[in-house]
């Protein structure tokens, strides 16, 4: 990594919010579930999957059945790392499989 893209980084890793929260803490991670049925007393609970942003435009989430996870980062043209899949490389692929 240069000099510039780190000193990048470190600019957006000091930027705060209003509150004085490092805006690229990573939030409490928090489950999704998505439910099935039209009876919301007893609803089917589909897949679960747990999602954390982990700073610098990478998130990561964690299939509940498998235990797998799959990260993602922002491309190089939005100024992420681009070493992983972005997310909408995995909608393509969602697409073409």
């Known amino acids: ?6 000193a990048w ?12 929260q490092n805006i690229n803490d990573p939030p409490p991670r928090r489950q999704n579930h998505m439910m099935l049925g039209s009876d919301p007393a007893a609803p089917e609970l589909m897949t679960t999957i747990l999602c954390q942003y982990e700073g610098a435009l990478r998130c990561t989430a964690s299939h509940g059945p498998s235990g797998s996870d799959l990260s993602t980062d922002a ?5 992420g790392l681009g070493e992983r899949f972005s997310p909408t490389d995995l909608v393509a692929t969602a697409l073409a499989t």
């Open 75 to 79: 491309p190089t043209d939005n100024q």
């Open 1 to 6: 990594m240069g000099p510039v893209r780190e």
């Open 9 to 20: 980084i470190k600019a957006l890793d000091a930027q705060t919010t209003e509150a004085g």
